[in-house]
C-alpha cells in the first residue's frame, strides 16, 4: 500500500461526500419558504439511499465483468468476494476506490433533485433514484470507466465525470422537469429562502470539488497537481464572467448569478482537469458559463420547461461544453497517458469526434432509459402532489414539518407576551387586593 496515495483517496472521499450537503445548502437556500425542508431533505437522504445501492448493486454492476460493453454483472453482490485490501495499479485498496466511487454516486442523483423541487412526491423521487442508479448510473459507470466499456474502448476520456455524472444528471432533470410539467407558481418570481445559504452552499461544493477533479488521479501525482491549478482556474473565469454579464446585462451583479457562475466552471473543468493546461482551463470556464448563461436566460424561457433550479441549465450544459472542449483542448503534455492530443493541440479531429460521440451516446441513453423509468413508475405511484400540497407548500404537506424561523421566533413571542401579560394581571390584581 502507498501511505500518500491512500491517504489522499480517503481526504478525496470525504470531500465529495461533503459536496452532498453544500448541495442542499446551495438548492434549500434558492427554493421558497414552503419548501425548504422536502428540497434539503431530497437531497441529504440520498448519501444513505446510495451508499446501500452502491454496495449491494453499484460496486458490481460497474467494475466486475463486462455485458456488451454496457454493464457489469453480479457477481460480487454486496461485495461478496471482493478483496478490499486488494491493491490498484496506484497502490491503494480496492475498499478505497469503492468508497471514493460511492461518493460519486451520492452526489450524481442529488443534482437533478433541483429540477424537481416544489411539485414531485417523495415517495416517487424515492423509487426513482434507485431504478435510475440501478439502470443509468451504474451502466454509465461501467460504458466510461471501466476498460472494457463501450465508450472506453473507442477512446472517450472523462476524468472526473462530464458524461458519468454532469451530462447524465442534467438530461435527468430536463426530462423530468418535461414529465412534471410548470409549477403552479412558475409565472411569479421565486423568493429565495436564505441567500447567505446559497453562498455557503457554493463555497462547500467548491472545496469539496478538489476530492472530485483531484482525486480522481488516484494518487499523489502531477495529474492531481494540474486537476487542482485547472479547477480553481477554471472556476475563477466562470464566476467573473457571469459577473460581467450580469453587469453588463442587468446593471447589477447578482450573488445568485456569481453562484450559478462558479458551479458553471466547476461542472464544464470536471471532464477535462487533468487533461488540459492553465489557458485551456481559463476557456473552459468562459465557454461554459456563457453558453449556459444564454441557455437559461435567452433558451430556457422560449422553451417553455420548468427546470426549477436550473440542474440542466448549469449542470447539463456545462457539462456538454467541457466534454467537447476536452476534444478541442486535451494535450499528450499534461496527461501522456491519452492516446491523442485534442484538435488544438495537434491531434487532429479524432479526439473530438469521439469526445461528441460519447456525448451524444450519453444523451439519447439517458433520455430513453428516464422515459421509460418514469412511465413505468406513473402506473404504480403518483409522481405529482395535488394542487393543493403544492399551494400549502411540501414542508407540510409530505413531511409535516417546515423551516419558517420567522414563524418559529414569532410564536415565541407571543407565548413571552401571553405569559407576560398573565403575570401583569396577577400582579394588578395583588395591588387591587392591598388598595381595599
Not at 476530492?211 to 466562470?238: E, K, P, Y
Not at 406513473?378 to 414542508?395: F, H, N, Q, Y
Request: include cysteine; charge should be neutral; aromatic fraction near 12%.
Amino acid at each position: 500500500m502507498n501511505a500518500a496515495n491512500t491517504s489522499f483517496l480517503v481526504l478525496a472521499s470525504i470531500l465529495v461526500l461533503f459536496m452532498t450537503p453544500g448541495l442542499a445548502f446551495f438548492y434549500g437556500g434558492l427554493v421558497s419558504q414552503r419548501n425548504v425542508v422536502n428540497t434539503m431533505l431530497s437531497v441529504f437522504f440520498i448519501c444513505g439511499l446510495a451508499i446501500l445501492l452502491w454496495i449491494a448493486f453499484g460496486y458490481t454492476l460497474s467494475f466486475s465483468g463486462n455485458t456488451a460493453g454496457i454493464i457489469g454483472n453480479l457477481d460480487h453482490f454486496f461485495h461478496q468476494g471482493v478483496t478490499l485490501t486488494k491493491l490498484t495499479a496506484t497502490k491503494i485498496p480496492v475498499g478505497l476506490y469503492s468508497i471514493f466511487q460511492m461518493m460519486f454516486a451520492i452526489i450524481t442523483p442529488a443534482l437533478f433533485v433541483g429540477a424537481v423541487v416544489g411539485r414531485m412526491k417523495f415517495k416517487f423521487l424515492l423509487w426513482f433514484i434507485v431504478f435510475w442508479s440501478i439502470l443509468i448510473y451504474y451502466p454509465m459507470v461501467h460504458m466510461v470507466w471501466s476498460p472494457n466499456g463501450i465508450l472506453a474502448s473507442i477512446g472517450t476520456i472523462d476524468f472526473a465525470g462530464g458524461t458519468v455524472v454532469h451530462i447524465n444528471a442534467g438530461v435527468t432533470a430536463l426530462v423530468l422537469s418535461i414529465f412534471l410539467g410548470h409549477r403552479l407558481s412558475y409565472n411569479e418570481k421565486t423568493k429565495h429562502y436564505n441567500l447567505p445559504w446559497v453562498l455557503l452552499g457554493t463555497a462547500i461544493l467548491w472545496i469539496g470539488w478538489y476530492g472530485f477533479n483531484a482525486g480522481s488521479a488516484l494518487a499523489i501525482n502531477n495529474i492531481a497537481v494540474q486537476a487542482t491549478m485547472t479547477t480553481t482556474v477554471a472556476t475563477a473565469s466562470a464566476m467573473i464572467t457571469w459577473l460581467l454579464i450580469d453587469m453588463t446585462r442587468t446593471g447589477k451583479p447578482t450573488l445568485v448569478g456569481v453562484c450559478t457562475g462558479t458551479l458553471c466552471g466547476l461542472v464544464g473543468i470536471t471532464p477535462a482537469a487533468g487533461y488540459v493546461t492553465i489557458a485551456g482551463a481559463f476557456w473552459i470556464g468562459i465557454c461554459a458559463t456563457i453558453i449556459s448563461y444564454i441557455f437559461i436566460n435567452v433558451l430556457k424561457p422560449k422553451l417553455g420547461i420548468d427546470d426549477a433550479l436550473d440542474a440542466f441549465g448549469c449542470h447539463g450544459v456545462s457539462g456538454i461544453v467541457g466534454s467537447l472542449a476536452t476534444g478541442l483542448l486535451a494535450t499528450k503534455s499534461v496527461n501522456p497517458d491519452i492516446a491523442k492530443s485534442g484538435l488544438f493541440y495537434g491531434g487532429g479531429w479524432h479526439l473530438f469526434g469521439v469526445q461528441l460521440l460519447a456525448t451524444v451516446v450519453t444523451i439519447v441513453f439517458v433520455s430513453v432509459m428516464v422515459v421509460i423509468i418514469v412511465t413505468a413508475l406513473k402506473a404504480i405511484t403518483p409522481m405529482r402532489v395535488s394542487e393543493t400540497e403544492e399551494r400549502v407548500g411540501l414542508d407540510l404537506g409530505e413531511h409535516g414539518e417546515r423551516a419558517d424561523y420567522t414563524v418559529a421566533r414569532n410564536s415565541e413571542i407571543i407565548e413571552y407576551q401571553t405569559e407576560f401579560k398573565g403575570q401583569l394581571a396577577k400582579l394588578n390584581n395583588h395591588v387591587n387586593m392591598h388598595k381595599d
